[in-house]
């Protein structure tokens, strides 16, 4: 996940998938102005990005 600023001076919220060839995909969750809706985009790509993961069990 990253943030870049954008042409508007917005920031954008990216979750960026990479691939051992180097090739990049990149999903665009959403761009904003404001602080409180950064934090609300960051937490959607956390829960995308969660969704995509295998969970671990390390035992006791």
């Known amino acids: 996940m990253r943030t870049v600023k954008t042409a508007s001076e917005a920031r954008a919220v990216q979750i960026?998938?990479?691939?051992?060839?180097?090739?990049?995909?990149?999903?665009?969750?959403?761009s904003t102005h404001d602080?409180?809706?950064l934090e609300a985009l960051k937490a959607v790509a956390r829960q995308r990005l969660?969704?995509?993961q295998p969970e671990l069990d390390f035992g006791p």
Do not use: Q
């Open 16 to 30: 960026v998938h990479s691939s051992r060839r180097g090739s990049r995909d990149i999903e665009h969750v959403g």
């Open 35 to 37: 602080d409180a809706a």
């Open 50 to 52: 969660a969704v995509g």
